[in-house]
């Protein structure tokens, strides 16, 4: 009888758990594919599906990071200037001036110019040059990065920091809680706190009520800014390749960052402060100088995106510029789940002629992730995208050029996650030259990589179909 009792209490009680935070998705208003998706999680997983959701459901950062940012945005906002007179609009792709006022109506960070960019596309380089401008640092050198794994050549890159902070530089290195858990035990951490070294772990997860946060929203971001001279970003962690998931079975990771001088990278810091000040509380100056555009190349704009700011930020700016690419949009990414509005957007733009290709690895080492992303590739070939698959490592660049003249660069990949969740930095590259440079390296990518044909997909088993489909109808919660 008490049994009995028991069975019908928990009955009852996942039927009013379940009515509850189906009411409760409903009114975020979500996205329908994961509003949907989430209400399949809390039917059919009692009790189990509203912990996941109290876990990842909602963007949700804490109360104190909430109002410290709010108090930062009110400072900033009295600082920031748009100042486009100078830009020649007709010297860039079209859809240029349209996507700069987007972003800058977003993020208030305007376009600009007189910038030099130079793409640093294996491990070896990036270390090399980045040690040797941390080497050359008198005031300041600010790190962030999702993973730092010690061992190999990022020894170097400490022993660099060591160096600089031992004469009296202030080194700051931000790294996220999760993603760098395991370096927070090594001596090189210990040995970069004995030197001075001032490190945060970005995204803590605490449990007290007022700084609860969800554990999925992370630091995306890999950015160094050395004395307001020259900045860093990409899709490089801080790892060596011949030493960072040598079990997984994907081959080594391969990356790409930006060297940047001029006046960007001041905005690089002041985003760096900007998140510093939210995880520390100080109180480091932002931006003082206001941002005129400087017509002379190369034109960019910063675009950090996250769950504190506008919701769909870089995805609207990406669909803004493939829905006017014209002869061809190249995309570069190692995590393929784009959600219904961006694999609409790149099927129109093929079917209306557009050259649309797209390189992903041919390995990648998130099970789920991989055949989510290949529950899309059916439609996309059919509508006449080219998809690639890349066969020298872990492609983890993550790029998208459009018509070889206006580029998109950073640390989002091409899944819900990075439009969505994570913190992100991408830069937008309005400078013809640059872009094009950067479509030429994306070729090499797909030279060492295998076209995937119609076809050949439509004859894999049933079982893999039947799979893929599955994840799919939880891709929007990957």
Known sequence: MLLSVLQQLLIWGHLLLVITFAVRVIMQRLPVGVSLAWLLVLVLLPYVGVGLYLLFGERFLGVK??????????????????????????????????????????????????????????????IDSLVADIHQAQQFCHLEFYICQAGGQVNRVVDALLEVAGRGVDCRLMLDAVGSSAFFSTSEYRRLQEAGVALVKACPINMTPWQLARYDLRNHRKTVVVDNQVA?????????????????????????????????????????????????????????????????????????????????????????????????????????????????????????????????????????????????????????VEIYTYRAGLLHTKAVVIDQSLAFFGTVNLDLRSLWLNFEMTMIIY??????????????????????????????SVVSRFFENITHLFSPLI
């Open 65 to 126: 990071r909430s109002q410290r940012s709010v108090r930062l945005r009110q400072a900033y906002l009295q600082t920031r200037q748009q100042n486009e007179s100078a830009i020649q609009w007709q010297e860039y792709h079209p859809a240029g001036q349209a996507l700069s006022h987007l972003e800058y109506r977003t993020s208030g960070i305007p376009p600009v110019g007189g910038n030099r960019l130079t793409f640093l596309r294996d491990t070896e380089s990036i």
């Open 232 to 384: 860093y970003m990409g899709s490089f962690n801080l790892v060596d390749p011949a030493y960072f998931k040598v079990d997984a079975g994907v081959g080594q990771w391969v990356d790409m960052m930006a060297r940047i001088e001029g006046p960007a990278v001041t905005v690089f810091d002041s985003v760096f402060r900007w998140y510093w000040n939210i995880e520390t509380g100080e109180d480091l100056p932002l931006l003082q100088e206001k941002l005129a555009a400087d017509p002379t190349p190369a034109l960019v704009q910063l675009a950090p995106s996250g769950p504190d700011a506008a919701k769909e930020s870089i995805l609207n700016a990406l669909l803004q510029a493939i829905y006017t690419a014209k002869q061809s949009v190249d995309i570069v990414t190692p995590y393929f789940v784009p959600g219904e509005a961006l694999e609409q957007a790149l099927k129109i733009a093929a079917r209306r002629g557009v050259a649309v290709r797209l390189v992903v690895p041919e390995r990648v080492d998130s099970f789920l992730v991989r055949h989510a992303s290949h529950s899309y590739f059916a439609g996309l070939l059919a509508a006449g």
């Open 431 to 460: 400078d013809q030259k640059a872009a094009r440079e950067l479509s030429r390296l994306l070729d090499e990518y797909r030279a060492d990589a295998d076209k995937v044909s119609a076809e050949s997909w439509r004859e894999r």
